[in-house]
């Protein structure tokens, strides 16, 4: 079945002929109880009226039939305003949303650059840490606690501390090898000037027994037998001053005033004992030293750090040809220094291994031959070599705390013959081989305060008893 739609102009003509039959007729309308206008009007499909007639049936008496052209055109144009305030509210909205997004990309980005920045602070925090502050700083062992409660356990393990906080920071670095060894903690920062005093004891005692001469049967000798006790105290007080040329560049020059003890005691047997003792005395400036460090990498995770030195030891002090002798050669006076000139090169390393940093290092000390020409007694001393040295040493550092770390370690020095002209003859003499047990300790008493104490045990026979060294830095940047 089709529907059949009439044209605009024919259904425009039949509402007009329904109106004027309900006009000129309205009694045979009502005779005949003509439907209501809205079913006439769904009677008349195909005039498309229905909309217009239920509209006119549902408006109240005497109430127009459209309102006023006028006021038609003002509601209009208040809705076209009211739009057009939301279109300009939304575009404006839209701007600032657009500008938002702008804003927000330009965030991420710099968040994505600081990102990586701290990743990069990170790997190199040992560089970039003020390590002036800590310098000479080491680390220890820690101690296992108490094991926990296990499964089905009935005890119950509380927490050591607050729940719902965040664990404090790791020790740095710098602070697990403040208590090593001096010259094999970290650089100075720089343009910061440091001044460190520091105050070291050595204590060192000898025996010899020395026999020239023959031995015929065991236990009976023909010749000089020379028995030596001594005893040596020697008191140093330093100042050094470091300044950090850049971050990987430092300079220090140090300037020592010893005082020393010594305490002799010689027994000479030839045809009858003869027993000498000696005290001597003596204080004044030590050999000053200038010494350059400089390191060759940045700390990259668990890699070692090296750092390669370079140190020059003056004659500054007296030396042993200075002194006075007797007429039997031996000295009446004390010597501050070696009375040559010395350059050491070396090469040490710093190697964090969480909790603890492990460090080392090798030198050689060359020393400067010259001719003394000098009488000591009654024999001519000409040109001296002394023995160079060679050194190594290796240990740990360990933070139990922020405030105090403690190191161990171990160094050994071999010492070369000294060459020496006497007269008409060369002499030379043995080798010397000095190791030492070394242990530091070091506590932060303020932020920028640091107190130092290490320690120094002999464990050969030519390696002093004991020694203490004492050292505190004080300054900052310039």
Not at 99 to 123: N, P, Y
Not at 182 to 209: D, H, K, M, W
Not at 266 to 292: K, N, P, T
């Amino acid at each position: 079945m089709t529907n059949l739609s009439a044209p605009p102009v024919l259904r425009h003509m039949g509402v007009a002929a329904v109106g004027l039959s309900a006009v000129f007729a309205p009694s045979q309308a009502k005779a005949y109880e003509a439907p209501p206008l809205e079913c006439l009007c769904d009677a008349l499909p195909f005039l498309d009226t229905a909309p217009t007639w239920n509209a006119a049936a549902a408006a109240p008496d005497g109430a127009p039939e459209n309102p006023p052209a006028a006021s038609v055109e003002s509601e209009i144009d208040a809705q076209r305003r009211i739009i057009a305030e939301q279109r300009a509210l939304i575009d404006q909205q839209n701007v600032m949303l657009a500008e938002q997004r702008q804003h927000i990309v330009k965030m991420q980005g710099q968040l994505i650059t600081q990102q990586a920045q701290i990743d990069r602070l990170s790997s190199f925090a040992l560089a970039e840490a003020q390590l002036d502050m800590f310098r000479g700083t080491g680390m220890g062992q820690g101690i296992a606690g108490p094991a926990l409660p296990g499964p089905g356990s009935d005890a119950v393990a509380l927490p050591d501390a607050p729940v719902g906080e965040a664990p404090p920071p790791s020790e740095s670095t710098a602070e697990r090898v403040a208590a090593v060894p001096e010259g094999q903690g970290v650089l100075t920062r720089a343009g910061n000037l440091i001044f460190e005093p520091s105050f070291e004891y050595t204590r060192s005692s000898t025996n010899r027994l020395v026999f020239r001469g023959i031995e015929l049967i065991p236990g009976i000798q023909i010749g000089l037998i020379e028995a030596t006790d001594a005893d040596r105290d020697t008191l140093v007080g330093t100042a050094s001053l470091r300044y950090g040329i850049s971050d990987r560049l430092e300079a220090e020059v140090r300037i020592p005033y010893l005082y020393r003890n010594d305490r002799i005691e010689v027994v000479q047997q030839r045809d009858e004992g003869i027993v000498r003792s000696i005290a001597l005395r003596e204080d004044g400036v030590g050999d000053a030293e200038f010494s350059l460090r400089y390191q060759f990498n940045r700390p990259v995770g668990q890699k070692p750090i090296f750092v390669g030195t370079l140190r020059v030891k003056s004659d500054t002090g007296k030396g042993p040809f200075e002194v006075g002798y007797d007429e039997f050669g031996v000295a009446t006076g004390l010597a501050t220094g070696s009375g040559f000139w010395a350059v050491q090169p070396g090469l040490n390393f710093l190697m964090p291994s969480d909790p603890a940093v492990i460090y080392g290092g090798a030198a050689y000390l060359y020393h400067i031959p010259r001719d003394v020409n000098k009488l000591v007694g009654e024999v001519l001393i000409g040109r001296v070599d002394p023995g160079d040295a060679v050194s190594a040493n290796i240990g740990f550092g360990f933070a139990l705390n922020p405030r105090f770390s403690f190191s161990l370690g171990y160094r050994h020095n071999y010492i070369f013959p000294t060459k020496t002209e006497i007269g008409d003859t060369h002499q030379k003499s043995n080798y010397i081989h000095v190791g030492s047990l070394n242990f530091g300790m070091s506590y932060r008493l303020t932020e920028r305060d640091v107190l130092n104490m290490g320690f120094e045990i002999g464990v050969t026979e030519d390696a002093p008893d004991v020694s203490i060294t004492l050292r505190m830095p004080f300054g900052g940047k310039l």
